[in-house]
């Protein structure tokens, strides 16, 4: 995986998306955002998870390579209100965005979670990543973000699974 500048950045089109839905559920794209070299920011799109009107959470997909995404925060991000949470809303969004990450070409992916983040890493684990390392990262003052378990997602793999499972 190429590490970009962000200059290669500057011009990054977005994609189209249109709203996905699993169960009675609804991800849609809420904003996009291009990239920040000082915040050390790849694009990446905003993508709301609804329940009819009700917000429910949200999942980041980061649109580039860099050492802050290969390392630190990986491509996908996500946050469920408290009061929606253990429904496996992460996963599933997660899961019904992967084709179009896909179609954005990217072939693998990376996904980091804290090691004592037991739920993010069920979900990561779920998605079918693999483990690739811990990094500790002592200039870090929040003693929680010290440490990154890193993943990779094999995204051709889960294309065939589920190309095939719809067949």
Known sequence: MKAYDYQDYQNYRFKRFEPLNFESHTVYLSQTFGADKEKQWVPYYHFKIKNNERDLGHVNFRAGYSKQIMEYDGHIGYEILPAYRGNHLSLKATKALLPF???????????????????????????????????????????EDKEKN???LNLIKVQGQTSSQDG
């Open 101 to 143: 990450i896909y179609s954005l070409g990217f072939h693998c992916i990376v996904l980091t979670c804290a090691p004592h983040n037991i739920a993010s890493m069920k979900i990561i684990q779920k998605l079918g990543a693999v483990f690739q390392e811990t990094k500790s990262f002592p200039h870090i003052n929040a003693p």
């Open 150 to 152: 890193i993943y990779f």
